[in-house]
């Protein structure tokens, strides 16, 4: 009996060091998934962006000198941030890669959307019903990718237009009120020469570091709600500004609108620009120390 459980008692000893040894083994690495670019270009490198849809009007963009400029169906300055998403198929990765020599397996032989960016053509097929990413086809190859592309690419026309009141090249150097329901009585015209705010009325006693926290807080965040293009009505009244720009240009704005909320067109682009009501009030009423 007692040989009997010497030899139970070295078998479990085996067993245990067994599984112990078997627990302390390094594991085998599992294989990782190899992300696959879809495309070898940079976004900097694009110069031109064409966006085709089988049942709606094609959009067109061109860079010039740095900035993007819709120029189909409108022709107006583009989003960059807008621009941005839909060049980001040029980074996108996929885990699968598919021969392309059958396309209408995958939705390819009448693409959703055709994205051209220069010489390089993605074409957006169907989704894949498992992992629910959309097929898109560029060089010869299919790949795998989320849908967030395509539906950058699929936006609105107008959500592509850029929100900022203001280019980037248009740099303010004074304003005329005058024209304004507020200012009309007596005027009021703004100079901002070597970094001092001059102010046309003889009453105001303005402070120079609450104009620039004027200018800073109000004119230096500007960015509109919504844009959208419209027909400059040249019988048209409405109360206007104009702002004097560093290269001696003037750019004429029409206030269409204060409530519910602020509407400013620009005749010269075509496009009325969305602001919250606060907004207006704050952008028109510069502190200038006038005597209440």
Do not use: C
Not at 100 to 123: I, M, Q, W
Not at 157 to 170: T, W
Not at 208 to 213: K, R, S, Y
């Amino acid at each position: 009996m007692k040989s009997r459980w010497l030899i139970n008692l070295a078998l479990l000893v085996v067993v245990v060091g067994v599984a112990l040894a078997l627990y302390l083994a390094p594991q085998p690495k599992q294989d990782q998934a190899v992300a696959i670019q879809v495309s070898s270009l940079a976004p900097a490198q694009i110069s031109n962006i064409s966006i085709e849809f089988p049942a709606k009007k094609s959009v067109e963009m061109k860079k010039r000198d740095g900035r993007w400029f819709l120029t189909q169906p409108l022709a107006v300055r583009a989003g960059q941030g807008a621009v941005d998403q839909i060049l980001s198929i040029l980074t996108a990765t996929s885990v699968d890669k598919f021969d392309a020599s059958d396309p209408a397996r995958y939705g390819l032989d009448h693409p959703a959307l055709v994205l051209k960016l220069d010489a390089e053509t993605f074409n957006f097929g169907t989704y894949n019903p498992v992992s629910g990413k959309q097929y898109v086809g560029n060089r010869n190859s299919v790949y795998l990718v989320d849908s967030k592309y395509s539906e950058a690419a699929s936006i609105q026309v107008v959500e592509m237009i850029d929100k900022n009141l203001l280019a980037p090249d248009e740099q303010i150097a004074g304003f005329d009120f005058s024209h304004l329901e507020q200012w009309e009585d007596h005027g009021l015209k703004l100079d901002l020469d070597k970094g001092q705010w001059k102010v046309s009325r003889t009453d105001a006693k303005p402070k120079q570091d609450e104009l620039n926290a004027w200018f800073g807080d109000s004119w230096g965040t500007l960015i509109a709600m919504s844009v959208e293009p419209y027909k400059p009505e040249l019988k048209s009244k409405y109360p206007s500004f104009e702002i004097r720009l560093k290269n001696g240009k003037t750019l004429h704005f029409d206030k269409q609108s204060e409530s519910p909320e602020l509407i400013l067109a620009r005749p010269d682009e075509g496009l009325r620009y969305h602001f919250p009501q606060d907004v207006g009030f704050q952008i028109l009423n510069p502190p200038i120390g006038v005597p209440k």
